[in-house]
């Protein structure tokens, strides 16, 4: 048999792979990554091919649409999610978001031609957490900077019924892969959305006390009624740029690039130029501080 598929998840010595070819057929198959084929991913579009369903082969990978990928230990780039078009980066009360991880993630979707929204989940935790910096208003902060630099975003929590509700909107006839630290409650937001479907989360160890059922590998869920695909992936501590350029990681910032062009130097790093349009943007309020010390950050990385 052969059909064009696409890939639920890779496990490395075997991918999880669904038939495009016809939608009635909602079997997951099993089929073996051919050696000579670079690593696939959720999400991507291949050719499976075999004798027969139980030996059936990734033959090919079919051109991407975009692609997420991180750079590993040894500065290779792993790919994470394919053919999304959204990313939902999301933060949390508790462990507390990162805004440079956040700028991080904006960052690289700008390059890889992604729309990015941020999400923030565990509202609930806002009143229990010992956490003296974190409060409604910080909450409320956080989000209005994402916004005025045009980023949409939400905050939910995923415990709670009708706690992520904001997300319908924001996912209809995407395909949106939720990024974020480990912890934040990436896997916990798709099980509420997918009631059905036992995902594992967390909350499951925290119960059985057996082994911690953190993400590992990317695992692409659909959502027919909103025509729309989930991609869960694994939680990440970091998010490096350093594979792309300083142009790159400018680029990567909307609101810096927005008044960069009035710099007096073409060049300009906005560090310590003469008449730099962005520190002044800064100094003014126009562009956030916290945004510009990470944007720093990244490009002095
Ligand atoms: N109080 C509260 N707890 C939550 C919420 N969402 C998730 N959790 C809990 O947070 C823990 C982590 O949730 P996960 O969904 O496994 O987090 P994750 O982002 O998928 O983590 P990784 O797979 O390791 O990247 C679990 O114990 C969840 O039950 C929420 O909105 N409020
Ligand atoms: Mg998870
Ligand atoms: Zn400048």
Redesign the pocket.
Known sequence: MQFTGIVVANFGSAAAVMNLDDNHDTTVYRAIPLKKLELIVAGDRVTCSGPNREELRVSALLPRDTLLARPDRRHQLKPLAANVTLMII?G?IVPRWETRLIDQFCVVAENAGIEAVVLI?????IASTPDPETTQDDLADVLHRYQQVGYRTAS?????AG?VDPLYELIRGHTAVLV??????????I?HLLPDIAIR???IS?ATGVGA???TVSYRYELAELNAALI?S??VRQFPVDHLSTTDIMRGFRDIRAVAADCRFSNCSHDHEPNCAVRHGVSTGEIDRGRFDNFLALTQE
């Open positions: 999301v949390a989940n565990k509202t609930d935790l939910v929590n995923a415990t709670a706690g974020g630290q480990s912890g934040v409650g990436k896997s916990s937001i099980q989360t967390g909350a925290a059922h953190t993400t869960d694994p939680g």
